[in-house]
């Protein structure tokens, strides 16, 4: 369910946006723009310098990204510090996981 003033969503049994006093609707995603994108994670990368070559190929392509460092792991660990041993995510909008997927695949050589 969604408020049709705010746009704030509600579970299915609820009938009133609770900041608005409105009467929600039942609305399908696909009849609403979407506030905000939907960011969804590539394949990880073993190190910064492939993640550095598929966001080049994101560039290439005209795909958003934005990159996410795996610190968590190097806080522990001595061995993890290394470049090498870095985790790289990179989220792209969901939409273009696909494409991005592929890309990324042949930077890293792995399979999806
Ligand atoms: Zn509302």
């Not at 969503?9 to 939907?38: R, V």
């Not at 990368?45 to 598929?54: N, P, R």
């Not at 660990?77 to 939409?95: C, L």
């Amino acid at each position: 369910m969604l408020c049709p003033k705010c746009h704030s969503e509600y579970l299915d049994h609820l009938k009133e946006c609770g900041d608005c006093k409105t009467d929600l609707i039942s609305a399908s995603p696909i009849d609403l723009p979407i506030p905000e994108m939907m960011w969804s994670p590539l394949i990880p990368f073993d190190g910064k310098i492939y993640a550095d070559m598929a966001a080049e190929l994101l560039d290439n392509n005209s795909i958003p990204y934005y990159f996410k460092m795996d610190w968590a792991s190097s806080a522990f660990s001595i061995e993890a510090t290394t470049i090498t041993g870095q985790i790289v995510r990179i989220f792209v909008p969901k939409e273009h996981l696909d494409k991005a997927n592929r890309l990324a695949s042949s930077v890293t050589g792995k399979r999806i």
